[in-house]
């Protein structure tokens, strides 16, 4: 398994979790295809970035998590705000190990929010966290 491989099975693995599932917030990956059945969802990707994050460390990287959060549109940011709170409390600060390398989530970014341009239903804020790879 390759790096991109790892960290993106690192941090899909978070939203895998039974402590995630029982926080009832619907996860989709980045390439979802089939309907959204529910006003409120989280949508997940794994951006990478540099390569290496020091030239002694080629097989290391740096990236972002970047999670779309989906609420009912017109009922103001606070539903928004829960979530990345939420997300907070499962990413911010937190290290997670695989048998190849590590993941470590950094501080988190939440953007001011605006209607989804695709389902005007929806309000779409975006959710970040800037991570680094680490391979062992």
């Known amino acids: 398994m390759g790096k991109y491989t790892d960290m993106s099975s690192i941090v899909l693995a978070v ?3 039974d402590a995630w599932s029982a926080e009832d917030i619907v996860t ?3 390439n979802f295809t089939g309907s959204v059945e529910r006003n409120e969802y989280i949508r997940v990707s794994v951006i990478t970035g540099n390569n ?3 030239y002694s460390q080629l097989n290391s990287m740096a ?3 970047l999670i779309e959060i989906f609420t009912k549109s017109g009922e103001g940011p606070l539903r928004a705000s829960q979530i990345a709170d939420t997300l907070d409390k499962y990413l911010v600060g937190k290290i997670f190990p695989s048998s190849l390398g590590s993941v470590q989530c950094g501080p988190s970014l939440v953007s001011q929010g605006k209607v989804d341009a695709v389902n005007p239903a929806l309000f779409r804020t975006l959710y970040t966290v800037n991570v680094n790879y680490f391979r062992k």
């Open 28 to 30: 989709h990956p980045s």
């Open 15 to 17: 939203f895998g979790s």
């Open 52 to 54: 290496a994050l020091e």
């Open 63 to 65: 990236g972002q998590i």
